[in-house]
T-cell receptor
């Protein structure tokens, strides 16, 4: 069974540009999470989808970040316009039920210059 | 506020030794779960071990075991007979059933030396 996949693995963009990250969860996992680790800091929760609905988006830093999960399958996280402080590793995770083990993707390393 | 603290930024031990990574947390919740995740240099986060707060018995998974002290809000990870493949970042994490977001510690970089 395929695990959680993320695309791209790396992205280098200039300040002010737009970047879209994609996450494909494990098939059948209704719960999808986005996390972010900024260099030298803790991993922080961004948001949680249950199917196509946003269950909790309390961790989204500001309105430059937009997450979608159309059809309850893959999810995208768009940053527009990107700022220097957005640099970090963005992780996606999925799980069958809310408190079950979260399975993580390899992450997308975003560098904003 | 719910927080997780890992006080050891980096640790280094010889292969085959036993090492203990510390983790403390703060919460007012009654029902929660604790996890240790491992992130090897290849970056894929992998679950090492999980502990339900309502269980008194400490979880074990082969060479990995935890010392869960609920009253002290402590959740340390012991790795026995350490192997080179154990070299990784280790993250302690917490989740409550009032919301489903993982709260993470800062991580401990563990290096196993040959």
């Amino acid at each position: 069974e395929a695990g959680v996949t993320q695309f791209p693995s790396h992205s280098v963009i200039e300040k002010g540009q737009t970047v879209t990250l994609r996450c494909d969860p494990i098939s059948g996992h209704d719960n999808l999470y986005w996390y972010r680790r900024v260099m030298g800091k803790e991993i922080k929760f961004l948001l949680h989808f249950v199917k196509e609905s946003k269950q909790d988006e309390s961790g989204m830093p500001n309105n430059r970040f937009l997450a979608e999960r159309t059809g309850g399958t893959y999810s995208t996280l768009k940053v527009q316009p990107a700022e220097l402080e957005d640099s970090g590793v963005y992780f996606c995770a999925s799980t069958l039920a809310g408190l079950s083990e979260q399975f993580f993707g390899p992450g997308t390393r975003l560098t904003v210059l | 506020a719910q927080t997780v603290t890992q006080s050891q930024p980096e640790m280094s031990v010889q292969e085959a030794e036993t090492v203990t990574l510390s983790c403390t947390y703060d919460t007012s919740e009654n029902n929660y779960y604790l996890f240790w995740y491992k992130q090897p240099p290849s970056r894929q986060m992998i679950l090492v071990i999980r502990q339900e707060a309502y269980k008194q018995q400490n979880a074990t998974e082969n060479r990995f075991s935890v010392n869960f002290q609920k009253a002290a809000k402590s959740f340390s990870l012991k790795i026995s007979d350490s192997q080179l493949g154990d070299t990784a970042m280790y993250f302690c994490a917490y989740i409550a059933d009032s919301n489903y977001q993982l709260i993470w510690g800062a991580g401990t970089k563990l290096i196993i030396k040959p």
